[in-house]
């Protein structure tokens, strides 16, 4: 059975830094494309960036370029969020995806549960 | 404003039909990348509701479906029911954004 399992609730301070993860099981970690997205509280889904576990490929929303770091950890199926200064801008839902097939198809298929992450001084 | 554009509520009531639509440009849904929908339960991670434009997931009713034209795509739900009340998310690919995937501002259902 697929899974992405996530790191618990995080409650951090402004200017504190920050790694959430998603952990992939079920299925060949490497060979799929890992998507992070940020629910702000009440508003809807925005697509942040997006990893290849296999070579660590990385690309990024314009929005969140500089903003956050993606990563991943092959070895133990794990892909990473983080912050180096968090802002109270940043308290969200962050929800982690599994991408199915070409990075243009942009599908996911597979969610993990969510990280809330609290930014508040 | 998110790149590709829902209204924002739709409603209906139980046995009812609604349609979601979702509006975009050249440089994503026009440009041929395909429009794939979400449902997210209150409280809930979103789930794949409608794949590459119209097809439906393994266990998801037949009575999602989803339609392509030009630079918008629509989600129909016949024969609504209770459990249909969530917000609904039309998503894309942008090559004008890198690349990058985008999501529709999302609609909330509600079932009278």
């Known amino acids: 059975e697929v899974q992405l399992v996530q790191s618990g609730a995080e409650v951090k301070k402004p200017g504190e830094s920050l790694k959430i993860s998603c952990k992939g099981s079920g299925y060949r970690f490497t060979n799929y494309w890992i998507v992070w997205v940020r629910q702000m509280p009440g508003k809807g889904l925005e697509w942040m960036g997006i990893?290849?576990?296999?070579?660590?490929?990385?690309r990024y929303s314009p929005s969140f370029q500089g903003q956050v770091t993606i990563s991943a950890d092959k070895s133990i199926s794990t892909a990473y969020l983080q912050w180096s200064s968090l802002k109270a801008s940043d308290t969200a839902m962050y929800y982690c995806a599994r991408l199915l097939g070409a990075i243009a198809a942009q599908q996911f298929d597979y969610w993990g549960q969510g990280t809330l992450v609290t930014v508040s001084s | 404003q998110s790149v590709l554009t829902q209204p924002p509520s739709v409603s209906g009531a139980p046995g009812q039909r609604v349609t979601i639509s979702c509006t975009g440009s050249?440089?994503?849904?026009?440009?041929?990348?395909?429009v794939h929908w979400y449902q997210q339960l209150p409280g809930k991670a979103p789930k794949l509701l409608i794949y590459g434009n119209s097809n439906r997931p393994s266990g998801v009713p037949d009575r999602f479906s989803g339609s392509k034209s030009g630079t918008s795509a629509s989600l129909a739900i016949t024969g609504l029911q209770a459990e249909d009340e969530a917000d609904y998310y039309c998503?894309?690919?942008?090559?004008?954004?890198?690349?990058?995937?985008?999501f529709g501002g999302g609609t909330k259902l509600t079932v009278l």
């Open positions: 990893i290849y576990p296999g070579d660590s490929d990385t």
């Open positions: 050249s440089s994503n849904i026009g440009a041929g990348y395909d």
């Open positions: 998503q894309s690919c942008d090559s004008s954004l890198s690349g990058s995937g985008v």
